[in-house]
Structure formats: C-alpha cells, structure tokens
C-alpha cells in the first residue's frame, strides 16, 4: 500500500477503532450524506466507493440503502470492524479493501458516486492533490462526490507545527503528530475544478469549532 510520507493519520485510528469506547463517536452517519441518498437514487447511482470507510457508518448505510458499496481505508482496525458489521447484517453488496486514498485500488471508471468524509485532509498538499486524481480516476464521467475538507476556520487551523504549505501537525487529541490540511473557499473551488459544485458549507462539527467543508458536486468529464 503506497502511501505519501505525510499520510500517518491511520497510525493513530488503529488505536481509537482498537475498542468500544473510540468507536461510539463513529458509528452514526453523516445527514449531509444520507440526505443525499435519493438523488443519487434518482440519478442513476448504483456502485459507490467510500473512500477512508473507517468502521463502516457510510458503507453500511448506503448499502442497506440499496447501492453496491467498496470500502477502502488505510486502518486495519477500522476494516476489520466493517467486516464484522457486514457479516452481523449479512450484507452481500459490501466489499472491503486495506488501502491509501492515494491509491486506490480500483479500476479506471469504477463508480458512479464516490462519498469521503474527514479523510483526505490528513496529509498535505501534495497527497490531497494525488487523493483527487484518483478520485477522478476511479469516478465515471458525471459521477458525483460527497466529500469534506478542513476548513481554515477550524481550531486546529495555525496551531501545531507548520510541516508544509496549509499543512499543520496536531499538538492534542487523538492525531497528535499528524499533519492536517486546511482550505478556505477559494481554495476548494481550485481543487475541485474539474467539478461542478453543488453545495459548499463550512460546517461546525461537534466539538467546539471544530469546521469541516461539507461538499456536494458533480464530475465534469
């Protein structure tokens, strides 16, 4: 599994998935994604891949869903758990694989919708780069994304060590020590220009200001 020097985060999930008490906060999907479970219904979707899958909450909800599921993340626990899930429900249109999302382990045109919510931001600029080539790799011409980036506006944003450009260090919590990438609007529209963009909502998560980019789009090619 080749992975960008920056990408250490799993390192970190290993531990917090390892136990009951690090993966209760992980188990309820995002609304932002399964509000989007009809349109994607009505617009064709059939294989989705989630991208940094961790122990399942959107692979399982989008399988149950209907859609045939890929989940990939570079967490050995994080998969091992999923797999546990997927035979609990007997779920038949899951399958799970070990891998980086710079990386990803599929064919060209793979997937009609690709979801990744708290993943690809924990690298730097070079590997979210990588991260996106390889969504539009795997993705199918007018695929959709679901996706979030850490916004500037979060806490962690100028705190840490600088390791690269945007790309701060964490100096609490459970990723101390590993980078993170943090985006403001105008930034988003760069990255994704090979999408139309939907929505884009710089949304406080649980913990106190702690802002991710929620973003809905469509692939243009």
């Keep these: 599994m080749k992975k960008n020097e920056f990408e250490t985060a799993y390192e970190a999930w290993n531990n917090v998935w390892a136990d009951e008490r690090g993966r209760i906060d992980w188990m309820v999907p995002e609304p932002f994604i399964t ?8 617009n064709g979707v059939k294989e989705i891949l989630d991208l940094g899958s961790g122990i399942g909450r959107h692979s399982l909800e989008l399988a149950k869903a209907g859609f045939k599921v890929s989940a990939i993340d570079a967490s050995e626990t ?5 797999n546990e899930m997927i035979t609990k429900y ?10 980086s999302f ?10 009609d919708a690709i979801v990744s ?3 690809i931001y924990h690298g730097n600029h070079e590997s979210v780069i990588n991260a996106i080539n390889e969504i539009k790799r795997v993705m199918r011409p007018g695929g ?4 979030s980036m850490l916004s500037k506006k979060n806490v962690g944003y100028g705190k840490g060590e600088l390791v690269a450009e945007n790309t701060w260090t964490k100096d609490q919590g459970n990723e101390v020590g590993h980078p993170h990438y943090y985006v403001n609007e105008h930034d988003i529209v760069d990255l994704f220009k090979d999408f139309e963009i939907y929505e884009m909502l710089d949304t406080a998560h649980k913990k106190p200001n702690s802002y991710h980019w929620h ?3 469509k692939f243009l090619k």
Excluded at 78 to 82: C, D, E, F, M, N
Excluded at 144 to 147: D, E, S
């Design 35 to 42: 509000s989007k479970v009809s349109y994607l219904k009505d």
């Design 215 to 217: 973003i809905f789009s």
């Design 78 to 82: 994080g998969i091992a758990y999923l």
């Design 144 to 147: 959709f994304l679901i996706i």
């Design 117 to 119: 919510f708290n993943v």
């Design 102 to 111: 710079t990386n990803i382990p599929y064919d060209e045109n793979s997937f």
């Design 90 to 99: 007997d779920l038949k249109n899951i399958d799970t694989l070990i891998g």
